[in-house]
């Protein structure tokens, strides 16, 4: 009966109150044990990618999984540090009674509002964008064509990198924010859309008349995309503050948050996982069951989350236990049933996937070095599983994962460790929507 009683943004006043919780402090301590934590791990990533690159893979030869791995961590690096911050305010105002956050002794409650969302919208990017470097490899596979726009998809990740850290204020229109502030922070948020629809675009681009093989990374990578467009159409109307305002902390935030994040980063986890299965554990994951997974995760997701938004624009708030002591939402009872019953669904689909999981490991079907016909390195070279180490040696790179020499090929995936005379051209692919060959 003593933990943290706040929510998870741990607004203050309260979060200093005496009323809170005494475990709010241990909520605090944790919080910074994982500011701390993040950022030696980004710096062990940062090191990495800066100076542990193979021989002659320069910055644009890198994949776009890497460079979102990067630029995710330059993110948290400028971002995390105002968090902790703004933690160890908290933890001072409750152990030693300082008053960063006491109105009686002078403290401004929104100072730590805009702590914490300097942090907590960036953070939103840096959970999803290596997600997007994800999506990136695995559609240009199974698409069997190069990533469409290689150098505008790195400019659009540094461009959401730079605009994820001007935009916080969008979370507090509602705080009474000078107009011209408010406005300010509105039209960056709406242009932050543009890189994020460049990104899209670059995605149709790759698949179209692309030679498209419908597996379980692929659907889970399509569906990350699907996700991601209904999400961030959401939040241009949200980006609008005369808009913002009347639909804040209503259903439709709710819908939007998770189809962005969640919704985007729990497919782009399950296409990772999937994808990389067979490289991980030396068996392939299970195609069947997968899909099954896939298609009632899919399916249970969106009967969850799409009522919410016209439920929110109908006024229903949100973190109401029991709508039926407001007499406007007793109209929306049953969408709150349907939407309960469709998360005990969401959560059993899970199921599957955990026993697939598991039995694939230890009785699929063994994989070969490379079952996907990719060029990225992990697979051209490094046995599967992997050694410690990775590669038997350190390979010499001579040309980038994106970069082909016969654009009118759809099948051109060429091993990149090789001096170009000595690579052999694959075979001309077969025709989109023709039948596989046994490729």
Do not use: C
């Amino acid at each position: 009966g003593a933990g943290a009683d706040t929510g998870w943004t741990g607004y203050a006043p309260y979060v200093v109150s005496e009323t809170a919780h005494a475990g709010t402090t241990m909520w605090a301590a944790g919080q910074l044990m994982l500011v701390a934590s993040s950022t030696l791990t980004g710096i062990n990533f940062l090191t990495t990618i800066a100076v542990m690159r193979a021989e002659g893979m320069g910055w644009m030869k890198m994949p776009l999984f890497t460079w979102s791995i990067l630029i995710a961590n330059v993110m948290l690096f400028l971002s995390i540090p105002a968090f902790g911050v703004g933690l160890i305010q908290v933890y001072l105002d409750r152990v030693i009674g300082t008053a960063f956050y006491d109105i009686a002794a002078g403290g401004d409650p929104l100072l730590w509002s805009h702590l914490f969302w300097y942090f907590g919208h960036p953070e939103v990017y840096i959970l999803i964008l290596p997600g997007m470097g994800l999506v990136s490899e695995i559609i240009a596979n199974r698409s069997r064509k190069p990533v469409f726009g290689y150098h505008s998809m790195v400019v659009a990740i540094i461009s959401i990198a730079f605009l994820g850290w001007i935009v916080w204020g969008h979370h507090m229109f509602q705080s009474g924010m000078n107009p011209m502030l408010g406005t300010s922070f509105m039209i960056s948020t709406i242009i932050i859309a543009v890189p994020s629809a460049i990104k899209v675009f670059n995605w149709m681009g790759t698949v179209w008349r692309g030679d498209l093989h419908f597996d379980v990374p692929m659907l889970h990578a399509l569906a990350f995309v699907s996700m991601f467009i209904i999400g961030g159409l959401s939040g241009i109307f949200m980006a609008s503050a005369p808009v913002d305002i009347p639909i804040h902390d209503t259903y439709f935030i709710v819908a939007h948050l998770h189809y962005v994040l969640f919704g985007g980063s729990l497919f782009a986890i399950f296409a990772g996982i999937t994808y990389w299965f067979p490289k991980m554990f030396g068996r392939m994951f299970g195609a069947k069951l997968g899909k099954a997974h896939f298609w009632l995760t899919f399916f249970a997701y969106n009967l969850v989350f799409f009522p919410m938004h016209s439920m929110g624009l109908k006024g229903h708030i949100r973190r109401i236990y029991d709508p039926s002591q407001y007499t406007f939402l007793q109209s929306m009872q049953s969408l709150n049933t349907l939407i309960s019953l469709a998360a005990f669904f969401l959560i059993a689909a899970q199921l599957i996937f955990a026993f697939n999981f598991f039995w694939s490991m230890f009785r699929g079907e063994k994989a070969v070095q490379n079952p996907w016909n990719s060029n990225t390195l992990e697979w051209a070279l490094a046995p599967t599983p992997p050694p410690h180490g990775n590669f038997v040696a350190t390979p010499q790179i001579y040309r980038g994962p994106y970069e082909y020499s016969s654009p009118e090929s759809t099948d051109d995936f060429l091993p990149q460790h090789l001096p170009p005379d000595q690579v052999q051209r694959p075979p001309v692919p077969r025709e989109p929507g023709s039948l596989p060959t046994g490729d």
